[in-house]
């Protein structure tokens, strides 16, 4: 049995009841997804056996998703993670993680294995940059990169930049079912391709399509992150069962949460939820 926890359902602005991260449990392995601000509390709240937390992957590189990564590292082995840290994500993940480790927390990371040797030899942390398509592997489960659209219609970013900034979601198979996580995005082939058939889709959506009232969050919900107006046409399109939508604006009303469930409802027929941190969803 696979589950997700969502620890974190918000983004860059800040928002007391909501983090960035989520927690994929298959069998005992336990993935973490992100590493956004409150990821090592997200992980305390939801039981995580650190003895068991072997992976990581990143699905872009905003703050909120990998602002708490060296947290994330150090605090699993402090706290019983012995097994090397396997950590992936798009190009450039493993220049960030060498950085973090090398020149950033390089003395930190030796006082605490040196000088505090009850804390046992430093369990050691592997980065890799994955390409699209190429397919990762657990216990159990198979994982697999498909491409974002996060900003890259933005006719102010520059050329050169949008070259590498290179967003994923990761479509996982485990156990016969389909669990797709989209990460940032809005509206795109990759998406359609990650989303198609599966049984859990948690999918970022910022805010009620009825509140996009202005240029600034016209501009976001066309470019940056998928809104109210497009996801529950996208899930329904692509034969999603269960829908759960994260990545909300910070503090949310509960009004402005009730037009996104009735307008979603509109367009998505099957299961909907409208996730919170600590939300545990089941996958088959
Ligand atoms: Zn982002």
Request: glycine share 12%.
């Amino acid at each position: 049995m696979a589950s997700i926890t969502l620890m974190g359902t918000g983004g860059p602005r800040l928002d007391a009841r909501r983090a960035t991260s989520l927690l994929l449990r298959s069998g005992a392995e336990e993935v973490l997804i992100d590493t956004g601000r409150g990821a090592i509390h997200g992980l305390a709240e939801a039981k995580a056996d650190f003895r068991n937390l072997t992976r990581i992957l990143i699905t872009h590189h905003h703050f909120d998703h990998i602002g708490d990564l060296y947290d994330v590292i150090l605090t699993t082995w402090l706290e019983g993670r012995r097994a090397p840290l396997l950590i992936q994500g798009p190009p450039g993940t493993k220049r960030i993680v060498d950085g973090l480790l090398t020149q950033i927390y390089d003395r930190d990371l030796t006082w605490r294995s040196l000088g505090e040797p009850a804390h046992g030899g430093w369990s050691p942390v592997v980065a890799e940059d994955i390409g699209l398509g190429e397919p990762v592997t657990g216990q159990g489960w198979e994982a697999v990169a498909h491409e974002m659209s996060h900003g890259h219609g933005l006719p102010t970013l520059p050329a050169a930049f949008l070259k590498r900034w290179i967003c994923y979601g990761y479509r996982f198979s485990l156990g016969g079912k389909v669990f797709a996580f989209s990460g940032d995005t809005v509206d795109c082939p990759g998406l359609r391709g990650l989303a198609a058939g599966a049984d859990v889709l948690a999918l970022c959506c910022w805010t009620a399509g009825s509140l996009l009232t202005t240029d600034h969050l016209k501009k976001l919900a066309r470019h940056t992150l998928a809104c109210g107006d497009t996801v529950g046409k996208i899930a329904q399109e692509c034969g999603v069962k269960h829908l759960v939508l994260t990545h909300l604006r910070p503090n949310a009303p509960p009004e402005m949460l009730a037009a996104l469930r009735e307008e979603v409802a509109r367009d998505f027929s099957g299961t909907l939820s409208i996730a919170h941190d600590g939300l545990c969803v089941e996958i088959g």
